[in-house]
Protein backbone atom coordinates (compact mmCIF):
# COMPACT_ATOMS: atom_id res chain seq x y z
CA UNK A 1 0.00 0.00 0.00
CA UNK A 2 1.56 3.65 -1.12
CA UNK A 3 1.82 6.20 1.64
CA UNK A 4 -0.87 7.90 -0.93
CA UNK A 5 -3.39 5.98 -0.29
CA UNK A 6 -2.74 5.79 3.13
CA UNK A 7 -2.76 9.71 3.57
CA UNK A 8 -6.43 9.50 1.30
CA UNK A 9 -8.60 12.49 1.69
CA UNK A 10 -12.18 10.97 3.33
CA UNK A 11 -14.96 11.12 0.58
CA UNK A 12 -16.70 8.38 1.43
CA UNK A 13 -20.35 10.10 1.63
CA UNK A 14 -19.99 12.91 -0.49
CA UNK A 15 -21.49 10.71 -3.42
CA UNK A 16 -25.16 12.28 -3.96
CA UNK A 17 -26.53 8.78 -5.96
CA UNK A 18 -25.12 5.99 -3.78
CA UNK A 19 -26.44 3.98 -1.11
CA UNK A 20 -25.41 3.61 1.90
CA UNK A 21 -25.91 0.91 4.39
CA UNK A 22 -24.77 0.37 8.37
CA UNK A 23 -21.41 2.16 8.95
CA UNK A 24 -18.17 -0.71 9.01
CA UNK A 25 -14.93 -0.73 9.28
CA UNK A 26 -14.18 -1.92 5.84
CA UNK A 27 -10.98 -1.14 3.47
CA UNK A 28 -12.92 1.92 2.24
CA UNK A 29 -12.58 3.09 5.96
CA UNK A 30 -9.21 2.07 6.34
CA UNK A 31 -8.08 3.53 3.42
CA UNK A 32 -8.76 7.07 5.05
CA UNK A 33 -8.98 6.36 8.20
CA UNK A 34 -6.76 9.27 9.75
CA UNK A 35 -8.26 12.12 7.67
CA UNK A 36 -11.86 10.53 8.75
CA UNK A 37 -11.02 11.10 12.54
CA UNK A 38 -8.70 14.32 12.61
CA UNK A 39 -11.79 15.85 10.76
CA UNK A 40 -14.25 14.24 13.04
CA UNK A 41 -13.39 14.10 16.44
CA UNK A 42 -12.06 17.18 18.30
CA UNK A 43 -9.12 16.65 20.38
CA UNK A 44 -8.20 13.43 19.15
CA UNK A 45 -4.59 13.95 18.83
CA UNK A 46 -4.53 15.50 22.44
CA UNK A 47 -6.35 12.38 23.59
CA UNK A 48 -3.70 10.13 21.88
CA UNK A 49 -0.51 12.46 23.28
CA UNK A 50 -1.80 12.01 26.59
CA UNK A 51 -1.98 7.97 26.37
CA UNK A 52 1.27 8.37 25.76
CA UNK A 53 1.98 10.13 28.56
CA UNK A 54 -0.73 8.50 31.12
CA UNK A 55 0.75 4.87 30.04
CA UNK A 56 4.54 6.11 30.77
CA UNK A 57 3.80 7.19 34.41
CA UNK A 58 1.33 4.05 35.03
CA UNK A 59 2.66 1.01 33.39
CA UNK A 60 3.87 -1.20 35.80
CA UNK A 61 7.08 -3.64 35.48
CA UNK A 62 6.62 -6.97 33.97
CA UNK A 63 2.73 -6.15 33.27
CA UNK A 64 0.57 -5.99 29.38
CA UNK A 65 -0.91 -2.70 28.21
CA UNK A 66 -3.67 -3.48 26.21
CA UNK A 67 -5.21 -0.88 23.12
CA UNK A 68 -8.85 -2.32 22.88
CA UNK A 69 -10.41 -1.05 19.31
CA UNK A 70 -7.18 -0.33 18.09
CA UNK A 71 -7.84 0.35 14.42
CA UNK A 72 -4.53 1.30 13.23
CA UNK A 73 -2.35 1.78 16.33
CA UNK A 74 -2.16 5.34 17.22
CA UNK A 75 -2.52 4.75 20.81
CA UNK A 76 -0.60 1.70 20.67
CA UNK A 77 2.41 3.80 19.41
CA UNK A 78 2.14 6.48 21.78
CA UNK A 79 2.64 3.70 24.72
CA UNK A 80 5.33 2.23 23.01
CA UNK A 81 7.09 5.25 22.64
CA UNK A 82 6.71 6.53 26.24
CA UNK A 83 6.49 3.45 28.54
CA UNK A 84 9.91 3.14 30.50
CA UNK A 85 9.02 0.33 32.62
CA UNK A 86 10.95 -2.77 32.42
CA UNK A 87 9.28 -6.46 30.47
CA UNK A 88 6.00 -4.42 29.38
CA UNK A 89 4.46 -5.94 26.15
CA UNK A 90 1.43 -4.12 24.46
CA UNK A 91 -1.33 -6.11 23.21
CA UNK A 92 -3.60 -4.51 20.37
CA UNK A 93 -6.44 -5.74 20.03
CA UNK A 94 -10.11 -4.92 16.73
CA UNK A 95 -12.74 -7.03 15.37
CA UNK A 96 -12.03 -5.34 11.37
CA UNK A 97 -9.75 -7.82 9.64
CA UNK A 98 -8.77 -4.86 7.39
CA UNK A 99 -7.50 -2.49 9.98
CA UNK A 100 -5.22 -5.04 11.84
CA UNK A 101 -3.73 -5.65 8.26
CA UNK A 102 -2.77 -2.26 8.38
CA UNK A 103 -2.15 -1.31 11.64
CA UNK A 104 0.56 -4.63 11.15
CA UNK A 105 2.25 -2.64 8.71
CA UNK A 106 2.05 0.46 11.04
CA UNK A 107 3.89 -1.62 13.66
CA UNK A 108 6.43 -2.85 11.15
CA UNK A 109 7.21 0.70 10.43
CA UNK A 110 8.58 1.50 13.82
CA UNK A 111 11.80 1.12 15.30
CA UNK A 112 10.83 1.22 19.16
CA UNK A 113 11.59 -2.11 20.87
CA UNK A 114 8.32 -2.79 23.37
CA UNK A 115 7.18 -5.69 21.50
CA UNK A 116 3.38 -5.37 20.31
CA UNK A 117 1.24 -8.03 19.47
CA UNK A 118 -2.02 -7.36 17.51
CA UNK A 119 -5.34 -9.77 17.58
CA UNK A 120 -7.99 -9.77 15.10
CA UNK A 121 -10.66 -10.56 17.59
CA UNK A 122 -14.49 -9.01 19.06
CA UNK A 123 -13.55 -7.85 22.47
CA UNK A 124 -16.37 -9.33 23.90
CA UNK A 125 -14.04 -12.37 23.26
CA UNK A 126 -11.02 -11.01 24.37
CA UNK A 127 -8.77 -12.24 27.69
CA UNK A 128 -7.63 -9.35 29.18
CA UNK A 129 -4.65 -10.12 32.19
CA UNK A 130 -2.03 -8.33 34.18
CA UNK A 131 -2.68 -5.16 32.81
CA UNK A 132 -1.44 -1.76 34.14
CA UNK A 133 -2.54 -0.10 31.49
CA UNK A 134 -5.71 0.03 29.30
CA UNK A 135 -7.16 2.32 26.54
CA UNK A 136 -10.57 1.67 24.66
CA UNK A 137 -10.57 5.33 22.54
CA UNK A 138 -13.65 5.38 21.27
CA UNK A 139 -14.61 2.11 20.88
CA UNK A 140 -17.23 1.19 23.62
CA UNK A 141 -19.74 3.18 21.62
CA UNK A 142 -19.68 0.71 19.24
CA UNK A 143 -20.64 -2.47 21.20
CA UNK A 144 -24.24 -2.96 22.19
CA UNK A 145 -25.30 -1.23 24.63
CA UNK A 146 -26.48 -4.57 27.16
CA UNK A 147 -23.07 -6.12 26.42
CA UNK A 148 -21.20 -2.78 27.63
CA UNK A 149 -21.37 -4.00 31.75
CA UNK A 150 -20.05 -7.07 30.91
CA UNK A 151 -17.02 -5.80 29.00
CA UNK A 152 -16.05 -3.30 31.61
CA UNK A 153 -16.53 -5.44 34.40
CA UNK A 154 -14.30 -7.93 32.24
CA UNK A 155 -11.57 -5.20 32.03
CA UNK A 156 -11.32 -4.61 35.95
CA UNK A 157 -10.66 -7.98 36.56
CA UNK A 158 -8.09 -8.11 34.38
CA UNK A 159 -6.16 -5.54 35.52
CA UNK A 160 -3.49 -5.30 38.08
CA UNK A 161 -3.99 -2.84 41.39
CA UNK A 162 -3.41 0.65 40.71
CA UNK A 163 -3.53 0.32 36.95
CA UNK A 164 -5.60 2.45 35.15
CA UNK A 165 -8.12 2.40 32.52
CA UNK A 166 -8.53 5.39 29.64
CA UNK A 167 -12.10 5.05 28.29
CA UNK A 168 -12.89 7.49 25.31
CA UNK A 169 -16.35 8.51 24.11
CA UNK A 170 -18.68 10.60 22.37
CA UNK A 171 -20.85 11.58 25.02
CA UNK A 172 -25.05 12.33 25.15
CA UNK A 173 -26.36 14.93 27.93
CA UNK A 174 -29.47 14.75 30.01
CA UNK A 175 -30.33 18.12 29.36
CA UNK A 176 -32.37 18.31 25.95
CA UNK A 177 -30.51 22.24 25.56
CA UNK A 178 -27.15 21.40 25.89
CA UNK A 179 -27.28 17.88 24.22
CA UNK A 180 -28.73 19.94 20.98
CA UNK A 181 -26.00 22.63 21.46
CA UNK A 182 -23.34 20.26 21.87
CA UNK A 183 -24.28 18.62 18.41
CA UNK A 184 -24.30 21.36 17.04
CA UNK A 185 -20.96 22.70 17.66
CA UNK A 186 -19.99 19.27 16.49
CA UNK A 187 -21.65 19.96 13.35
CA UNK A 188 -19.82 23.05 12.66
CA UNK A 189 -16.48 21.01 13.42
CA UNK A 190 -16.77 19.03 10.50
CA UNK A 191 -18.06 21.16 8.28
CA UNK A 192 -15.06 24.06 9.26
CA UNK A 193 -13.01 20.69 8.75
CA UNK A 194 -14.17 20.55 5.26
CA UNK A 195 -17.19 17.91 4.94
CA UNK A 196 -20.21 18.92 3.25
CA UNK A 197 -23.76 18.68 4.53
CA UNK A 198 -24.31 15.82 2.84
CA UNK A 199 -21.65 13.95 3.56
CA UNK A 200 -22.25 14.86 7.46
CA UNK A 201 -26.10 13.94 6.99
CA UNK A 202 -24.88 10.99 5.22
CA UNK A 203 -22.26 9.62 7.57
CA UNK A 204 -25.05 10.14 10.42
CA UNK A 205 -27.36 8.04 8.81
CA UNK A 206 -25.02 5.66 8.21
CA UNK A 207 -23.92 5.66 11.93
CA UNK A 208 -27.50 5.39 13.33
CA UNK A 209 -27.97 2.00 15.50
CA UNK A 210 -23.98 1.56 14.90
CA UNK A 211 -22.58 3.93 17.34
CA UNK A 212 -24.63 4.63 20.54
CA UNK A 213 -23.34 7.25 22.67
CA UNK A 214 -24.22 7.23 26.37
CA UNK A 215 -24.02 10.01 28.71
CA UNK A 216 -20.86 10.67 31.43
CA UNK A 217 -23.23 10.05 34.25
CA UNK A 218 -23.62 6.48 32.78
CA UNK A 219 -20.48 5.94 32.07
CA UNK A 220 -19.65 6.68 35.58
CA UNK A 221 -22.08 4.62 37.20
CA UNK A 222 -20.92 1.46 35.09
CA UNK A 223 -17.23 2.02 35.57
CA UNK A 224 -18.24 2.01 39.72
CA UNK A 225 -20.44 -0.71 39.50
CA UNK A 226 -17.47 -2.99 37.89
CA UNK A 227 -15.39 -1.51 40.77
CA UNK A 228 -13.12 1.58 39.70
CA UNK A 229 -12.51 4.14 41.87
CA UNK A 230 -11.17 7.57 41.50
CA UNK A 231 -12.91 8.33 38.20
CA UNK A 232 -12.11 11.51 36.40
CA UNK A 233 -13.09 13.44 33.13
CA UNK A 234 -9.75 14.78 32.06
CA UNK A 235 -10.37 15.52 28.94
CA UNK A 236 -13.82 17.52 26.78
CA UNK A 237 -13.89 18.99 23.76
CA UNK A 238 -17.96 19.67 22.57
CA UNK A 239 -19.45 15.94 23.02
CA UNK A 240 -16.32 13.80 22.82
CA UNK A 241 -14.30 13.35 26.47
CA UNK A 242 -12.26 10.70 28.09
CA UNK A 243 -12.00 9.69 31.51
CA UNK A 244 -9.64 8.09 33.70
CA UNK A 245 -10.66 5.22 36.06
CA UNK A 246 -8.36 3.61 38.44
CA UNK A 247 -8.36 0.16 40.02
CA UNK A 248 -8.07 0.79 43.79
CA UNK A 249 -4.56 -0.81 45.54
CA UNK A 250 -6.53 -2.51 48.10
CA UNK A 251 -9.84 -3.58 46.73
CA UNK A 252 -12.76 -3.46 49.32
Known amino acids: MTKQSRDSRDTLFAATDAEFGAFTFDQKVVDVFPDMIKRSVPGYT ?11 RYAQAGSLCY ?14 HRIQ ?3 VKIIAIDNSQEMIQRCQQVIDADSHEIPVELRQESLLDSQIENASVVVMNFTLQFIAPA ?23 KLTFNSA ?22 EIAQKRSALDNVLIPESLECHQQRLAKAGFEGTELWFQCFNFSSLLAFKPIQEK
Open 85 to 87: AAG
Open 67 to 80: DLGCSLGASTLAMR
Open 147 to 169: ERDRLIARIYQGMRPGGVFILSE
Open 46 to 56: TIIHMAGQLAE
Open 177 to 198: HHDELMNELHYYFKKTNGYSEL
